[in-house]
């Protein structure tokens, strides 16, 4: 933040300057953290640019600006290009998973698709002697990711033009997930119990990561749930606060901008309910918790559905609980955590639970 004023406000790089406290140059890196930056420092990569921008290559002496958009084959990759990582193997079934002939960075060396780069890639191509002597030493025996010295990153980055986790085809099957090709399955709490038998959750799981998973058998167990929770609710972001929301709710400047936890509901759903605008309602879900916050009537929901924020606590069910909280450290703004609400769920995919979407209930309170 304190070098805001440097950075371009369309290309995300630093136009130039010093940091006055730090001392470092910041001559075209990307705004963010950007990571990875490959190599050592004097491979000079400047990191990688989009979202945070990510990721940044090398250690400090490479330089790397960071990757603004992860495979943007129109730059070169120590100018933040990138292409698809070649992280499923070479080949599947006797068809090639590497890229194409034409299809790489620009400036790249290899105009073809490659491997991730390893010391035995390296030799192959004849760059092995690229490495200083303490390089070849800390590279022998490793890949770009488990060699310390950023001999490996740097040969392919700088001297090659190459992403050193190689260039491949994105997939389209993804043969190891549950469905290689994506299919809908209704969600475990679903609003539409009609399609549940033609589109089923997975079947629960014995063991996995140690603990038993269950999907079908919650499903089942709740298929009429909608009967009672008919409406749809999901969980989301403020601009004003970020996770929990404790420490941006600490900040007086931001706790003023959003000062209560809310329900969005859409007018038909709020009129069907005797429900009007900014007066307290409660919120039920299927685990039976009872969220006690304020109603905003918005025709920014569709009918049949509500919003709520993800940034709040300090209440349980209707109660706040200051008395909770060590003296001195309640946020100025407390209320409801959603999350009381959200319901068991779990992708078998990301490995993440649920706790964005489920069923609800909205009354007067």
């Known amino acids: 933040m304190r070098n805001m004023h440097v950075f371009d406000i369309k290309t995300l790089r630093a136009k130039g300057g010093k940091d006055a406290k730090t001392g470092y140059v910041l001559d075209g890196d990307y705004f963010g953290l950007p990571w990875p930056s490959y190599g050592t420092p004097a491979l000079k990569h400047p990191g990688t640019p989009f979202g945070l921008p990510w990721p940044?290559?090398?250690?400090?002496?490479?330089?790397?600006?960071?990757?603004?958009?992860?495979?943007?084959?129109?730059?070169?990759?120590?100018?933040?290009?990138?292409?698809?990582?070649?992280?499923?193997?070479?080949?599947?079934?006797?068809?090639?998973?590497?890229?194409?002939?034409?299809?790489?960075?620009?400036?790249?060396?290899?105009?073809?698709?490659?491997?991730?780069?390893?010391?035995?890639?390296?030799?192959?191509?004849?760059?092995?002697?690229?490495?200083?002597?303490?390089?070849?030493?800390?590279?022998?025996?490793k890949n770009w990711k488990t060699d310390v010295s950023g001999g490996i990153i740097r040969v392919a980055m700088k001297n090659h033009g190459c992403h050193p986790f190689g260039n491949a085809k994105a997939r389209a099957n993804v043969w190891n997930f549950p469905d290689a090709i994506p299919v809908h399955r209704e969600p475990l709490f679903s609003p539409r119990p009609d399609l549940i038998e033609k589109y089923p959750t997975y079947d629960d799981q014995k063991v996995r990561w140690r603990l038993p998973v269950l999907f079908k058998t919650v499903q089942q167990a709740n298929k009429d749930a909608v009967k009672q929770y008919p409406l749809i609710l999901t969980s989301g972001r403020l601009t004003e606060y970020q996770g929990g929301g404790d420490y941006t709710r600490s900040n007086k400047w931001l706790a003023e901008l959003q000062q209560e936890m809310f329900v969005e509901i859409n007018p038909k759903d709020a009129n069907d309910r005797g429900i009007?605008?900014?007066?307290?309602?409660?919120?039920?879900?299927?685990?039976?918790?009872?969220?006690?916050?304020?109603?905003?009537?918005?025709?920014?929901?569709?009918?049949?559905?509500?919003?709520?924020?993800?940034?709040?606590?300090?209440?349980?069910?209707?109660?706040?609980?200051?008395?909770?909280?060590?003296?001195?450290?309640?946020?100025?703004?407390?209320?409801?955590?959603?999350?009381?609400?959200?319901?068991?769920?779990?992708?078998?995919?990301?490995?993440?639970?649920?706790?964005?979407?489920?069923?609800?209930?909205?009354?007067?309170?």
């Open 276 to 365: 009007k605008n900014n007066e307290y309602v409660w919120l039920e879900s299927p685990t039976k918790a009872r969220l006690k916050i304020k109603s905003l009537v918005t025709e920014r929901v569709a009918s049949g559905t509500v919003f709520s924020p993800f940034h709040f606590s300090g209440w349980w069910m209707g109660k706040d609980i200051l008395d909770k909280y060590p003296e001195g450290a309640a946020p100025w703004v407390r209320g409801e955590a959603i999350n009381t609400a959200t319901t068991y769920g779990y992708d078998i995919v990301t490995m993440m639970q649920e706790t964005k979407t489920t069923l609800c209930q909205v009354m007067k309170a």
């Open 56 to 141: 940044c290559y090398g250690n400090p002496a490479l330089k790397h600006p960071g990757t603004p958009n992860l495979y943007d084959t129109s730059k070169h990759i120590m100018d933040g290009g990138g292409n698809f990582r070649a992280n499923f193997g070479v080949e599947r079934d006797g068809v090639n998973l590497l890229a194409e002939d034409g299809s790489h960075s620009k400036g790249a060396d290899l105009t073809t698709g490659y491997p991730e780069f390893d010391h035995v890639l390296l030799k192959k191509l004849g760059w092995w002697d690229e490495l200083t002597d303490d390089e070849k030493n800390a590279a022998e025996g």
